[in-house]
């Protein structure tokens, strides 16, 4: 639902009722949205969801959370070829799981404890502060690259909060800026992906790493960076207007 | 290699020339015996293994190293049929892992951390000193087991030191001791699995787990409950023989 290449958000509940109406079911990779904006499993008509530990829950990488609706799992329990996959084979997982205990595998513990801890955390901060987070966090990113000419590669209204696409100005160089943020200002950002590469950076705001020191630290180190590699713009001009947006709040 | 429902060794060398002689390859799961006795890959001609992290390695669960000798490399390479599992597809895990660090999944860096402290930690042991621990206090809870009556399942000769499967005395309740043992002294031992359910339990000395303080508390434990089980045996007799085997060293 969080397409991490392009950055954009795609409208679940809308495509479920198209999936839906052509009796079919509809599976969702929320790994990056999970944690960082609303993710409704039953609303939004989901059978098949999976997540990760790693993005917007903040915890070590390791552990794929899923879910299936009653549709999902008849379809499951019915199945009549072999599952090829011990390891993927969910009619086992859910015996495991259950109260039959029967066992699968040796659960990797200290990765459970860790994600109980990261989803108390998103808890105490309460889900809607938590989405509300990213979502400022966004805002004041988009803006402050705005204010440096630069721009989404989502159209707006579909722009992930977590996840900030953004092209590439004309003569700069993607490989020099994404070294130079990552050895002198300790800032990894992705590069772009399949047809994008070279052509997107790709800036998350996820979890723990939604706030605004991050924001603030990478608009000016990107400032410093792109003064370098000659592109022009209004010095100064990012933090302004992302310091204008938590002014705001 | 280490067969955990019976605690016997398999000759993989000796299985590893037939396998070889009938043009096939050979497989080995390691998951028990890696870091408690000695696995040679190259040596005995294994051309597939895995193993895990979770027994003698004593680091948490959540990661299983693989090998594969030239030979396996090759057919996998050659493959002609689509692999149904991306998770567990090896020539991509192979490109992910090789120079070209082409994106498979997002690595469980804790667990590669704790999995590196691991095996520093079995280098700085020595690996012989390791082995010898293993063997060391599987002798001495053997002489135990021995000197109150209770016999191994596998034979003399074939018995691994880190999964010690005894047979369980006849008119001995499996779940009432096995409870107690964990409810009143914190051990957990296995229960039978299979056709030896109720009739086997399995103790394992792994990694941290193999030394004096654990052999000697499980026996003295187990005296007790046995004897309230109206088990007959000379009190006292497992101690005495695990510690004159501990005496030698």
Partial sequence: M???????????KEIADVVHDAGAMLIVDAVTSLGGM???????????????SQKCLSCPPG?????????AVKVILNRKTKVRSWYLDVSMLANYWGSDRA?????PINMTYGLYEACR????????????????????????L????MEYTAAEGHQLPMLNAVRIPDGVNDGEVRSALLNEFGIEIGGGL???KG????????????????????LSALEQLLAKQGYKFDSGASIAAANAVYAIA
């Fill in 38 to 52: 609303p993710v409704e499993v039953d609303e939004w008509g989901i059978d098949a969801i999976y997540s990760g």
């Fill in 146 to 149: 705005a204010a440096i000419g």
């Fill in 199 to 218: 052509q997107v950076w790709r800036i998350g705001l996820m979890g723990y790493g939604a706030r605004q020191a991050n924001v603030l630290l990478l």
């Fill in 2 to 12: 969080a397409e991490t290449s392009t950055g954009a958000a795609q409208p679940i």
């Fill in 63 to 71: 552990l794929a959370p899923v879910s299936f609706s009653e549709a």
């Fill in 121 to 144: 955390l998103i808890l105490e901060e309460g889900q809607g502060s938590c989405f509300a987070r990213h979502t400022q966090n966004h805002h004041a990113l988009k803006a402050g």
């Fill in 194 to 196: 399949g047809a994008f």
């Fill in 103 to 107: 066992y699968h595998h040796t659960a």
